[in-house]
């Protein structure tokens, strides 16, 4: 199903529900922000080292517009290249990142072997249109950070009683409402989980598995 998550300045998702996220769509993760220095992007297959980049630049984030996606797959691999947000650039200049939660569908053949690749790759060419939910959910952040939710935002509370935007909450083990409900997560700060990487190592800079993809 995966899930994408936006959230703009001074919001964040509790660890709790990163921790669930990422439980329920478990084949990849990624995540784009906007900061002064522009529009950058952490994508990982392991779900685990995302987590950490997460962890490690919590404040970072924090002060920061962005899109996390969580995925779990369908059709594609588990590989770098199908792990959302992917880049998109279209006529009209604009450039940025943008994730997808469900199958498209009418693109589960094409280009690439990922449905949400092929429909995304219609999008920016002007031959699909995404706003009408017959492909799924579309979130995307442009190269300014404005972040635009071409179908689907649910908004939920986060991080100390912030809101954040989810595309489903079907991952929350706490909403007892049907799929399709918005839910009121708790906004307190649980204990960090194990992420397989001591934070302590890492610099200010995104680590722990390198420095992150910056407009590519």
Same mark, same amino acid.
């Given at each position: 199903?995966?899930?994408?998550?936006?959230?703009?300045?001074?919001?964040?998702?509790?660890?709790?529900?990163?921790?669930?996220?990422?439980?329920?769509?478990?084949?990849?993760?990624?995540?784009?922000?906007?900061?002064?220095?522009?529009?950058?992007?952490?994508?990982?297959?392991?779900?685990?080292?995302?987590?950490?980049?997460?962890?490690?630049?919590?404040?970072?984030?924090?002060?920061?517009?962005?899109?996390?996606?969580?995925?779990?797959?369908?059709?594609?691999?588990?590989?770098?290249?199908?792990?959302?947000?992917?880049?998109?650039?279209?006529?009209?200049?604009?450039?940025?990142?943008?994730?997808?939660?469900?199958?498209?569908?009418?693109?589960?053949?094409?280009?690439?072997?990922?449905?949400?690749?092929?429909?995304?790759?219609?999008?920016?060419?002007?031959?699909?249109?995404?706003?009408?939910?017959?492909?799924?959910?579309?979130?995307?952040?442009?190269?300014?950070?404005?972040?635009?939710?071409?179908?689907?935002?649910?908004?939920?509370?986060?991080?100390?009683? =912030? %809101?954040?935007?989810?595309? !489903?909450?079907?991952?929350?083990?706490?909403? @007892?409402?049907? *799929?399709? +409900?918005?839910?009121?997560?708790?906004?307190?700060?649980?204990?960090?989980?194990? =992420? %397989?990487?001591?934070?302590? !190592?890492?610099?200010?800079?995104?680590?722990? @598995?390198?420095? *992150?993809? +910056?407009?590519?």
């Amino acid at each position: 199903m995966c899930v994408i998550i936006t959230a703009d300045r001074g919001a964040m998702p509790t660890i709790s529900q990163l921790v669930q996220m990422s439980e329920t769509n478990p084949d990849g993760a990624g995540i784009a922000w906007h900061d002064k220095d522009g529009l950058h992007r952490y994508r990982n297959p392991d779900n685990r080292q995302t987590l950490a980049v997460i962890l490690a630049n919590w404040d970072k984030f924090a002060a920061s517009p962005f899109l996390l996606h969580f995925r779990l797959a369908t059709h594609g691999a588990v590989k770098t290249e199908n792990t959302h947000p992917f880049r998109y650039r279209l006529s009209n200049g604009e450039t940025g990142y943008i994730a997808h939660n469900g199958i498209a569908h009418r693109y589960t053949h094409g280009r690439y072997k990922s449905d949400s690749r092929n429909a995304i790759l219609a999008w920016q060419t002007g031959q699909a249109d995404l706003t009408d939910g017959t492909q799924g959910k579309f979130a995307k952040i442009d190269q300014d950070g404005r972040i635009e939710w071409l179908h689907g935002a649910e908004p939920i509370q986060g991080e100390n009683q =912030t %809101t954040i935007t989810v595309s !489903n909450t079907i991952w929350d083990a706490t909403d @007892t409402t049907s *799929p399709d +409900t918005t839910s009121t997560t708790s906004g307190t700060k649980p204990t960090k989980p194990d =992420t %397989t990487t001591d934070r302590r !190592n890492c610099s200010t800079e995104l680590c722990p @598995t390198g420095h *992150p993809t +910056t407009g590519r």
